[in-house]
């Protein structure tokens, strides 16, 4: 089984509709991030946690808001979508501690806002 | 701030030839930098990455990059294409200390002629 896995991996909604995209990891990792990959410009990080209880916004979370439930689970919501938040949407952990260096990538949600 | 440029948002070689994808970051401290591979439909997968050790570093699937702090790049490069080598590649960056957030070029589309 993948350890960080996303649901869905596909979704077309409406312009104005609230989604959730969910995002569950079984490397017992601290930290959490969720990105988007739009052609020509990256990734670029949303919103990023710590822990439980430490939320962080990244460079482009107007319009986004997160949720961690668990350790395990940090879930991305839309309040209410607009085509130019289509993208590719990846979820991501990492250990904590400044000797971790490498981040772990979910296989992706193709979000359609039409 | 930190950023990353990926010269070249597609790069074509022919099968066996050398493989060189350009990075050049900005940063005004040291930093890890890292390369990920994003095959179709999938994840990102890290190839390599360079945590203030031996300047040249080797990774998976025969890739290698050199950390070269008087130029500020991390190029890519493989002595022989493979077609199996045909995926989009990004150079990240991460500040040593402070926030592990990682910053993203924009992405080198790799194809493989054979």
């Known amino acids: 089984d993948a350890d960080v896995t996303q649901t869905p991996r596909n979704r077309i909604t409406k312009t104005g509709k609230r989604i959730m995209l969910e995002c569950s990891q079984t490397?017992?990792?601290?930290?959490m991030y969720w990105y988007r990959q739009d052609p020509g410009l990256g990734l670029r990080l949303i919103y990023y946690?710590?822990?439980?209880?430490?939320?962080n916004k990244g460079e482009i979370s107007d319009g986004y808001s997160v949720s961690r439930q668990a350790q395990a689970k940090f879930s991305l919501s839309l309040e209410s979508a607009i085509p130019n938040q289509t993208a590719l949407y990846f979820c991501?952990?990492?250990?904590?501690?400044?000797?971790?260096?490498?981040?772990?990538f979910g296989p992706g949600t193709r979000l359609t806002v039409t | 701030a930190q950023s990353v440029t990926q010269l070249g948002s597609h790069v074509s070689v022919s099968e066996g030839a050398l493989v060189l994808l350009r990075c050049n970051y900005s940063?005004?401290?040291?930093?890890?930098l890292f390369w990920y591979v994003q095959y179709p439909n999938q994840g990102l997968q890290l190839l390599l990455k360079?945590?203030?050790?031996?300047?040249l570093v080797k990774g998976i699937n025969g890739f290698e990059a050199e950390f070269k702090k008087s130029e500020t790049s991390f190029h890519l490069t493989k002595p022989s294409a493979h077609m199996s080598d045909a995926a989009e590649y990004f150079c990240?960056?991460?500040?040593?200390?402070?926030?592990?957030?990682?910053?993203f070029g924009q992405g080198t589309r790799l194809t493989i002629n054979p």
């Open positions: 991501a952990t990492s250990e904590g501690g400044l000797s971790s260096y490498e981040q772990y």
């Open positions: 490397k017992g990792h601290d930290r």
């Open positions: 946690s710590f822990d439980v209880k430490d939320i």
């Open positions: 940063s005004s401290v040291p930093p890890y």
């Open positions: 360079y945590t203030s050790a031996a300047t």
């Open positions: 990240a960056v991460r500040l040593i200390q402070g926030a592990q957030k990682l910053v």
